[in-house]
């Protein structure tokens, strides 16, 4: 099994630390794993994408244009990248982040992949996770492919948040459950 995917937003909005959560926690379920980040100059704010592959066999390469799945963040990343995912692929979709007619442009032009839109940015201001709409999202990625278990989510959290941020780990494991039982 290899599973390419592609994570894509502003700058900010935590796209490299949930490709980091999903190739750790691809690691420690004894995967082969790649991780390659990508983003403007601009630092916060600037475009942001992060290529993420989980595999049973070594990886040829590190850089996903096509994705099995897409977990986009914004509108301008959906609009950008939903031409590239594979047919019978998933999609992720922050619906409080991307405009509804992107949505439903992309659901029109692409009838042959799945998409999943959940207003991750709005559960995770409205549940006290400000910050977690990434995570929320991965939860949710979690659930529709199984890529990874709860458990190995877990252990990736614990190594990517450092001790002194407990309650980031916390937050992070309920934004998961969320995102993955929406």
Known sequence: ???????AGFGGQGILFAGKILVYAGLMAGKEV???PSYGPEMRGGTCNCSVVISDDPIGSPLVT????????NTPSLDKFIETVVDGGIVIADST???KSAIDAAAATRPDVKIHALPATE????NDLAGGANIILLGKLIGE???ISDEHF???????VPATKQKLRDNDMKAMKMGAGY
Not at 1 to 7: A, D, E, G, P, Q
Not at 154 to 160: E, G, H, P, S, T
Request: aromatic share 2%.
């Open 1 to 7: 099994m290899n599973t390419n995917i592609l994570i």
């Open 34 to 36: 790649s991780w390659l």
């Open 66 to 73: 096509n994705p099995d799945v897409l977990m986009a963040l």
């Open 97 to 99: 982040m991307i405009e």
């Open 123 to 126: 559960l995770a201001d409205n």
């Open 145 to 147: 492919t199984g890529l």
């Open 154 to 160: 877990k252990a990736a959290v614990d190594k990517v």
